[in-house]
């Protein structure tokens, strides 16, 4: 607008005014020219202009005039075109005025419309001169504030109170108005007199302190704070006191504008209200007000840091293991005390919480939240000192067990107390610097952590001895449990001792059931206070905070103690077991034992009655049952009684009852012989049979008597034996039949030869002869084949047949040396046909001689031995010479031998068996008979090499050689090899 103003002006300079209302009298040129002189140039265009009209005939004198003038009005356009480029454009305001002031002087009676520009361009550029000054005063204020040049900023804010101040006071306000203004101006301008002693105080007092608060000692630190205190609340007074008068200015900005009827604020008064409040859009703080506020908050920021690095410093010595916990709560103390200083500020007085506020607000807030978290954190840490001197760390390992854990429950007591002040910090006060706090907090929080972490690790390791402890004496008892319960099993599986078995010491396995039983129940009890140990310690350790059961060693620790706990309950069943087998192994073995001593005393009752059978029998189920019994319980000094009544009830036995066997074997050996001499084969086989059986009761060895007999008649038996069918042969029935078909055939073809058919009756004959040839493939020495034959070539060459004969007889005795079996079975044949033959009852019986079927006819000379022997052996029983009576026996056999009829022979033979006693013995000592039963069941399973062994381990034994049983597995496995 006011360029355009100025160049409307400008126009109605160039044209002139056109209208002149002079008098009359003087020439109009001339005082036209005069007018010019006097720089009234718009009257002096009048007049000229009117002459120019009025005068033709001075029309030239008027131009040089109008020209003149023309050249001033052009270097004022000029310098007015200038103007508006130096105002407008340049914005220099000081050359500005100097062309206003130029331009004034060159035209002493302006056009009112020039003169209202040039005033309108001398007020801008006044108004751009003061925008200027004021926005240098505020930029270089803003210096001064950020270099910390409180005072010099606050005396360069009073240099703008003049600003417009002239205009002001010459303005039509009217004079309430102004005279109340005046007393403010005069009221602020006295306090900002004052404020560079107040500031400068302030500066030395915060800067002071500050140094204490630094190198201080702590009694320094809080005695000091009083004078920092008084210097940051005179400063503050002032502050709240400026702030006042700075609202007062500004109200009453408003007030003029209401008053005056203004679009604008007045500019004296803006401006001073900006000098003080500083401006409302700039951030930080400036003005007077934002002079003081900002030196406030340096000096209270400062002191503030420091102490807050004195603090920290602190701290860290105390977490470093210093005792300075009640210096840093002193200190603390003082920072939350620098409230009040904040707090005197005022600056919430504004209305509202802008950021410069909340700054202020947050500062101070920070500085309380963040001394009060030292405090806490002092605090906590005496808390701290007294949790960890709770307790005794030595001496039982249980007692330091509480004591640890109660540390580290207080450690992390004292940590919950901080994290949940942090907490609040953060939530309630994060943005009045409860951040700040919270991360002191958290600091202490974090050290607190290595403390509960040291602590844990030490009650870690405290666990770990006592778990140590434990499992070591878990795992000790348990070995010794399982080393009982080893010792339980091989109580009842056996164990390897030496025992004396007919006087010579044996390995036996030994079996201790009863034994096993009660170490059993013993170590039962060892294992069921060992799991008691166990579930006690473990309720204990399951109620360990979460950081020592997860730890590794813990956990290692915890499942080896387990693993015992689990050795102790498998330990504990398999016990049960063992318990359970102990039992039943020892009932078993007291049955029988029970019933082997009552076999005894059953078998004594036998032998009594001179049932020797049944008490054998019962005196062998005994040794068994004894035997059973002793292979499921050992008992030595039962089984020597038992041994030794076994031996003496089996002597007994066998020394009465041979007696009679050897009468009994005497009588079945006569009787065999009567009925071997009658042809009685099979009779004689059967009653001598019996009398071997009969004397092996007695005697490990055969009678010699018996075997000589048995000879001859098992010959004779294995001759007549081939000669007939046995009605049990398969081919019983077949060959039957072949023969009677064949008797048939011989039958018919003789009817037929004697009838005169003999074709007929020989074609019979071959069909006979083919019959028996089948016979005699199955059967060659067949009776009724042969000699059926024999009748059948008798039939056929009736004239040739005793040549024949002859010559069949000639060739069997040409036999008798070569197949005396085969030349005595034709001999037989032959006398069946023709008994009476010259030379065949001789042929026959020297076969039988041969054969060993018949016995050879005596010869002196044996019979002279025989004498010879007899007469020895009854030598050394008439000495009774009994370390030679089995020489004598032996003598008695050959003699015997050599003369079956010599009968002294015979009775002296018996009468030295008697003296002799029995040879066998009817049961074994318990631990024999044992053996002898495992040798049994090995030589069963096929095991022969195993079964031998323990048969010669016991024949090592001089009883165990007159047992037969033994001496029958012998054979058997033998037989075996």
């Not at 199955?778 to 056929?796: H, K, T």
Request: glycine residues 10%; negative net charge; contains cysteine.
């Amino acid at each position: 607008m006011g360029v355009r103003l100025l160049l409307w002006c400008l126009l109605v300079f160039l044209v002139g005014g056109v209208v002149y209302a002079g008098g009359q009298g003087e020439d109009e040129l001339e005082m036209a020219r005069r007018l010019i002189e006097e720089k009234r140039y718009n009257r002096a265009i009048e007049i000229i202009t009117q002459v120019m009209r009025e005068d033709p005939d001075r029309m030239e004198e008027a131009e040089a005039l109008l020209a003149r003038v023309r050249m001033v009005r052009g270097d004022f356009n000029a310098l007015y075109a200038e103007l508006i480029e130096v105002l407008y454009v340049q914005r220099d305001v000081e050359r500005a005025l100097e062309i206003i002031e130029e331009l004034e002087g060159m035209d002493e009676e302006p056009d009112p419309a020039v003169r209202e520009s040039l005033a309108r361009a001398k007020e801008t550029a006044r108004f751009v001169y003061n925008q200027d000054r004021f926005r240098g005063i505020m930029e270089e204020g803003a210096r001064l504030l950020d270099a910390g040049r409180y005072a010099e900023a606050v005396r360069l804010y009073q240099e703008g109170f003049g600003l417009y101040r002239e205009e002001f006071f010459s303005s039509q306000y009217g004079n309430v108005i102004l005279d109340e203004v005046g007393r403010v101006v005069s009221r602020l301008e006295g306090v900002a007199g004052g404020l560079s002693e107040v500031l400068a105080d302030f500066e030395d007092a915060w800067k002071g302190y500050a140094a204490v608060v630094e190198g201080g000692g702590v009694d320094e630190v809080v005695e000091g704070y009083a004078a920092l205190r008084e210097a940051a609340f005179r400063l503050a007074a002032a502050r709240r006191e400026v702030f006042r008068l700075g609202r007062v200015v500004a109200w009453e900005n408003l007030r003029v504008m209401e008053s005056a009827g203004l679009e604008r604020e007045d500019f004296f008064l803006g401006f001073m209200q900006r000098f003080v409040l500083g401006r409302v859009q700039v951030r930080e703080r400036e003005g007077v007000v934002g002079a003081l506020e900002r030196a406030l908050l340096e000096g209270l920021g400062g002191v503030s840091a420091g102490l807050e690095r004195r603090l920290e410093g602190v701290v860290q010595e105390g977490f470093g293991g210093a005792e300075v916990w009640e210096d840093a709560m002193r200190l603390a103390g003082v920072m939350v005390r620098l409230q009040e200083c904040w707090g005197a500020s005022g600056v919430w007085e504004r209305g509202g919480m802008g950021d410069w506020e909340r700054e202020i607000v947050g500062r101070g807030g920070r500085t309380v939240l963040v001394g009060r978290a030292y405090g806490a954190v002092a605090g906590a840490m005496g808390r701290l000192r007294e949790v960890l001197g709770v307790g005794v760390l030595e001496g039982d390992v249980d007692v330091r067990l509480a004591a640890v854990r109660e540390r580290v429950a207080g450690v992390w007591g004292v940590m919950g107390e901080l994290e949940e002040m942090a907490g609040v910090f953060e939530g309630r006060f994060g943005a009045f610097g409860g951040r700040d706090a919270a991360r002191v907090v958290e600091g202490a929080v974090r050290y607190l952590e290595g403390v509960a972490g040291e602590e844990e690790r030490r009650a870690v390791r405290v666990v770990v001895e006592a778990l140590a402890g434990d499992v070591g004496r878990m795992e000790e008892g348990v070995r010794e449990v399982a080393a009982m319960v080893q010792g339980v099993r091989e109580l009842l599986e056996g164990r390897e001792e030496e025992v004396e078995v007919g006087g010579t010491l044996q390995t036996v396995l030994a079996k201790y059931p009863r034994e096993a039983l009660a170490l059993a129940e013993e170590a039962e009890q060892a294992l069921q206070g060992y799991l008691s140990f166990h579930a006690s310690r473990s309720r204990v350790y399951a109620a360990m905070e979460e950081y020592l059961r997860t730890d590794e060693g813990v956990e290692r620790l915890v499942a080896g103690f387990d693993s015992s706990a689990e050795e102790a309950r498998a330990l504990l069943e398999t016990l049960q077991g063992l318990k359970g087998q102990a039992r039943e192994q020892s009932l078993l073995a007291e049955r029988y034992r029970n019933e082997g001593l009552k076999k005894l005393r059953d078998a004594e009752r036998a032998i009594d009655r001179e049932a020797y059978e049944e008490a054998r029998t019962l005196l062998s189920e005994a040794g068994e049952l004894f035997a059973t019994s002793f292979s499921y319980q050992e008992d030595m000094e039962l089984r020597r009684e038992v041994d030794a009544r076994l031996i003496a009830l089996s002597e007994r036995i066998v020394s009465e009852e041979n007696q009679r066997i050897i009468r009994e074997v005497r009588s079945l050996i006569t009787q065999g012989r009567e009925q071997y001499l009658l042809g009685n084969f099979e009779e004689a086989e059967r009653l001598l049979l019996r009398a071997q059986a009969r004397w092996r009761v007695t005697h490990t060895e055969d009678n010699e008597e018996v075997v000589y007999w048995l000879k001859f008649v098992r010959a004779a038996l294995a001759i007549q034996r081939g000669r007939t069918i046995s009605e049990t042969d398969p081919l019983y029935s077949e060959i039957t039949q072949l023969l009677n078909l064949a008797r048939q055939d011989y039958q018919r073809a003789s009817t037929l030869i004697e009838g005169g058919r003999r074709d007929e009756g020989m074609g019979l004959l071959d069909q006979a002869v083919e019959k028996l040839l089948r016979v005699r493939m199955a059967f060659p020495l067949n009776r009724d084949a042969s000699i059926l034959l024999l009748r059948i070539e008798q039939l056929r060459n009736p004239d040739n047949f005793d040549a024949l004969f002859r010559r069949r007889i000639d060739e069997s005795i040409a036999k008798l040396n070569t197949a005396p079996q085969e030349a005595y079975v034709e001999l037989q044949d032959l006398a069946a046909i023709r008994p009476d033959f010259p030379g065949l009852k001789d042929a026959i019986y020297r076969a039988e001689i041969t054969l060993g079927v018949r016995v050879p006819p005596p010869d002196p000379r044996n019979i002279a031995r025989a004498k010879e022997l007899y007469v020895q052996a009854l030598d050394i029983f008439n000495r009774n010479d009994r370390a030679n009576f089995p020489v004598a026996l032996e003598q008695l056999n050959q003699a015997i031998t050599l003369d079956p009829d010599n009968q002294d022979a015979v009775a002296l033979k018996d009468r030295i068996q008697l003296a002799m006693g029995a040879q066998t013995t009817v049961t074994l000592p318990s631990y024999a008979l044992r053996r002898y039963k495992e040798a049994e069941q090995k030589y069963v399973e096929g095991r022969y090499y195993e079964a031998l062994a323990i048969v010669q381990e016991l024949l090592a034994d001089e009883r165990a050689k007159r047992y037969p049983p033994l001496l029958e597995l012998k054979r058997r496995i033998e037989s075996r090899l």
